[in-house]
């Protein structure tokens, strides 16, 4: 009987589960990352690399036009899949073109390793195994401090109980997100969905109290954000949906928001997170910007809003289903606020239309729609909204469903990782033939 009373106790603890997801997705990346003699050295791939540089740059090689690239990287650690993330302009000026928000993000467990390595007399080039090692934790841990602040802007909007806990994991594990905190950890998604999600926590205690304060921390979120990956400042269209009118938020803004210290307090803070990037550009090629994508570009009279989201190549539908259910949910929120609901509804779209403009819009050789990750707190919303206010039948079939939805996306995720389904290159006849198969058929 004590027993019994001590689970349901724990159950009741939000942060019981936290330290239950924190365990899966440790065990998960001690199995399969630094217990494998291959994994173990690939975590900072591809374009983590470009976002990691910076660190062994600055603070263990002082070359932050990552020569190191072409000796430590290149001819060292030939069990690394190696990646040239340079861009040179000449031969003297050299950058990448990734930004600094990831690697800031990254910094703490960076130097755990490296003061770590230094003590135990190991190899401390900042690319060894432990190094690798510390990304995935940086990766998951992020992906908890997200889940903790879903849990928080959960309960500013009356979420019960339980379908917080339930949507916080099943995002999580029904989604990319799992996929991307423990296997590609040194992406840049993981560490914006936690910072997007601490953006909206403040961002709704400041509409309750608008103080300089609030509006600093705002401010230094907001360019961190940026700092991560530019086009995430695009999250503060989302910001008219705290409100329940479009006059009661136009108000808001001219009389609490057109505020000079406001403004300013705002302004100067996210300025002074994003002007870090412009002092590297500095350093590196002696000029305070470049558009450091070069070619790549978006193409806005060319979107691929439909494959975006339903094709069977790289569909955000397809590999995560579960918001689908986050769709069907938004009538149930139309009935409480048509003005929150549509706008939601308006901006999904236009960050679909956005993104899916990208020249690449399928965005390479990844799981899923990975560059929607950081939105995952705007997309739980109306399920857990839904969810809330569903009751008896229509509650256990939803609930069914999600959980199916949540079963296949684990089952696909295994088979991405095994190879079973396409980086890219999915298709109707491919899909259909592995669908539910934990192995080749």
């Not at 992406?187 to 909206?200: D, K, P, R």
């Not at 401010?219 to 695009?234: E, K």
């Not at 990750?373 to 919303?381: C, G, K, P, R, V």
């Amino acid at each position: 009987m004590q027993t019994t009373s001590t689970i349901k106790r724990l159950a009741l603890n939000f942060y019981f589960w936290i330290f239950l997801a924190f365990g899966v997705s440790f065990t998960f990346a001690l199995v399969n990352k630094w217990l494998d003699p291959v994994q173990k050295h690939n975590t900072v791939v591809s374009d983590g690399k470009g976002y990691y540089a910076y660190l062994p740059g600055m603070f263990i090689y002082d070359d932050i036009n990552f020569g190191f690239n072409q000796t430590v990287e290149k001819d060292k650690h030939t069990e690394t899949a190696y990646t040239d993330y340079r861009y040179k302009i000449d031969k003297k000026r050299v950058y990448t073109r990734y930004y600094l928000g990831t690697c800031i993000a990254y910094a703490p467990f960076f130097f755990g390793a490296h003061f770590t390595s230094l003590a135990m007399g190991w190899d401390a080039d900042g690319y060894t195994a432990i190094y690798h090692g510390s990304i995935v934790l940086a990766a998951i841990c992020y992906a908890m401090l997200a889940m903790i602040f879903f849990g928080k802007v959960f309960d500013l909007y009356g979420i019960k109980y339980w379908v917080k806990v339930f949507v916080i994991l099943g995002v999580y594990f029904g989604s990319n997100w799992f996929y991307y905190a423990c296997w590609e950890s040194s992406l840049s998604h993981t560490y914006s969905v936690a910072f997007m999600a601490i953006f909206w926590y403040y961002a709704l205690r400041f509409k309750e109290n608008p103080t300089v304060r609030l509006a600093i921390v705002i401010g230094l979120l907001v360019g961190f954000i940026t700092l991560i990956r530019p086009v995430n400042v695009l999250v503060v269209l989302f910001l008219p949906m705290l409100f329940t009118s479009w006059s009661i938020f136009w108000k808001f803004f001219t009389e609490k928001i057109l505020n000079w210290k406001i403004v300013a307090s705002t302004l100067l803070a996210s300025g002074a997170v994003v002007s870090l990037q412009l002092f590297v550009y500095k350093a590196q090629i002696g000029q305070w910007f470049i558009y450091a994508y070069s070619q790549e570009r978006f193409y806005f009279l060319d979107p691929h809003m439909f494959d975006f989201l339903f094709s069977f190549r790289k569909g955000f539908f397809v590999y995560t289903p579960i918001f689908i259910l986050s769709v069907l949910g938004l009538y149930s929120w139309y009935k409480k606020s048509k003005f929150q609901a549509l706008w939601w509804l308006g901006t999904f779209v236009l960050i679909t239309y956005i993104f899916s403009s990208w020249h690449m819009w399928w965005y390479g050789g990844t799981y899923g729609t990975r560059v929607f990750i950081e939105y995952y707190l705007f997309f739980a919303l109306p399920l857990a909204l839904w969810l809330t206010q569903l009751r008896g039948v229509t509650l256990k079939i939803v609930m069914t469903i999600a959980c199916l939805f949540i079963f296949n996306n684990v089952l696909q995720q295994y088979q991405y990782r095994k190879g079973i389904l396409h980086y890219e290159a999915m298709t109707w006849d491919m899909y259909k033939d592995i669908f539910l198969y934990p192995i080749v058929p």
